[in-house]
């Protein structure tokens, strides 16, 4: 066995009693359903045999489209066991967006949702991907069938620190999805340094309630749980009320700004529910002062900022405590993400890529043990994101304070965050431009109260065509996955430019940003 399998360094924080409690979930039904460390292991252990006999190339794509379930999180443990590389895909992609995934990573197993098996295994058969399975949200699917009649027992494939473990999609300006290739040693030494940071221990236990397609949910919040042998309360699908009623039996809470927001519409949130927790951290998206605030009003707790990226997992966080290792401050600051955490070098610099002086705005550029291998078959892609010196440009825009807290103040590649997601302009563009009638379109992103932003499409007719907003939206949701449809779709005469021809994007959300916020 070698320690650079991220799973053999999880599996080795599970509690020395394998008939302990390490999850506790909710069946679709809602029945309690209880799983033990020892049953993880097993059920892992038949998955990654299961993957054993098919004889696979080592470091083969496992490409996964499921509902969170706890069976899922097994899928992915079997995959690093059996050392290849889990590639998860957000529950609300459609065809158009499989099909170019799978086209890309040529998958050698692809696992969906039982009612998706039609379209999808004429996806990966056109792909060449040899086998597909399916796992239901409710334990059903040809998956754990299979896998129930192998062995319990499975010795780890050996794995080297920058071996592939993961590949995350993510989008750039360009529209086109790239894979951002994660080793077992970029996923290994964030999990280890978190765990020190946010001062995990003995007792702690999770509420996980964040989808498991996306770094936020698969890597910190898993990795932390497992790494410290911790308990976790498992939600398929968030919900506020059930959130809150979950604190008195955990003490950490992970989550994106909207479920902050969402739980703070609920009554039942005061600082009698939340008074076992110890501590709450937010990030994927800004969080709003206002919500930071009022979370400290209606509960005592100070909501702990952090900020990263699927290429580079965590890079900044607020401190936990005030441990000299962490810049000696406790002072959690609202609209900022912190400090670098220990092991990462931030820096903010000119487009030139000189580095500016303490509170100077620029980009935002690291280096460290995380930061990914590069986009998959993408040298060139990978080359243009890094600079000449070797620092991986964030594409975030922001500034350092005197003190050494890190603030993001914009995005340089005009990404749109609605409720956590992602979504990239050039890409619904795209999709529009390519319809009848239109000559061109811009997307940006306005404030909402409830995603924090949402998409607004501004489509401009060829000469004589005639458009309707309503319309393009109906179309695009055929298209694409739901949190990528713009909110509003408004038909104009031109968009404004300047005067080197670039779409003057600020002005189009200067434009939209009181349509659902007064
Ligand atoms: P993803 O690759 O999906 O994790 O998205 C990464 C992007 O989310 C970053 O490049 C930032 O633009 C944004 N992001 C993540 N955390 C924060 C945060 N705490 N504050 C502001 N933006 C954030």
Redesign the pocket.
Known sequence: MSDSNLFVALRAAFPADLDEIAVEAVSPHGQALHYAWGDLDRMSARIANLLASLDLPQGSRIAVQVEKSVEAMTLYLATLRAGHVFLPLNTAYQSAEIEYFVGNAEPAVVVCTPKNLGWVSAIAASAGAAHVFTLGEDRDGSLLERAAHFDDLHVPVEKQADELAAI?Y?SGTTGRSKG?MLSHGNLLTNARMLKDYWGWKAGDVLIHALPIF???GLFVAIHGALLNGSKIIWFPKFDPKAAIAAMPRATVFMGVPTLYVRMLAEAALTKEAASHMRLFI??????LIETFKEWQERTGHTIL???????TTMLTSNPYSADERFGGQDERRGST?GFPLPGVDLRVADDAGKELPVGEIGNIQVKGPNIFKGYWRMPEKTAEEFSADGWFK???VGRVDERGYVS?VG?S?D?I?SGG??VYPAEIEGYINDMPGVAESALVGVPHPDFGEVGVAVVIAKPGAKLDGEAIIAALKSQLANFKIPKRCFVATELPRNTMGKVQKNLLRDQYKGLFVA
């Open positions: 995350l993510t951002a996306h770094a936020h937010s990030g994927s998206a800004p969080l900022e952090r900020y990263g990226m699927s290429e993400v964030t594409g975030d993001i995005r590649k990404l965050i997601y992602n």
